[in-house]
């Protein structure tokens, strides 16, 4: 049994990851073997507008093809993303590099939700869009 997925699905999971990766590779450079190089609050900054540029970048590749139910397209888009955003952190900074919940969900998690508000706001628009025409 093979698993098929519609060509939709296969831009909202690469853009799923991808809104993960991007901000993560970013990342790196900045720290070092005792911890962030720069200014914690810069820090933030920036990955917040990497993570939103990469979001905004991503939404538009992954809906060209829909042609309708944006609102609806959205809503599962933001969510897929928000999730796996999650999982994804888990597995990486709580998992691997030990990370507290507490601290993630504070730190990390929360701002995630920036990701379904985002997509669902364009998917949102796109509907009242076409419906006004």
């Known amino acids: 049994m093979s698993l098929s997925l519609t060509p939709i699905w296969r831009r909202r999971l690469i853009g799923a990851f991808l809104t993960w990766l991007v901000p993560f590779v970013i990342a790196i450079p900045f720290y070092g073997p005792n911890g962030l190089l720069i ?3 810069l820090f933030k900054s920036l990955m917040i507008v990497v993570g939103s540029i990469t979001a905004a970048i991503l939404i538009v590749w992954c809906f060209r093809p829909i042609e309708t139910s944006y609102t609806r397209e959205a809503i599962i888009t933001g969510i ?6 999650w999982i994804l952190d888990l597995i990486v900074l709580v998992g691997l590099l030990g990370m507290t919940m507490p601290d993630y969900a504070t730190q990390i998690g929360l701002r995630y939700l920036v990701i379904p508000a985002m997509v669902i706001a364009v998917g949102i628009v796109a509907d009242d869009v076409v419906t006004k025409n």
């Not at 897929?80 to 955003?85: D, E, M």
Request: net charge negative.
């Open 39 to 41: 200014d914690q609050q």
């Open 80 to 85: 897929t993303w928000l999730l796996a955003n």
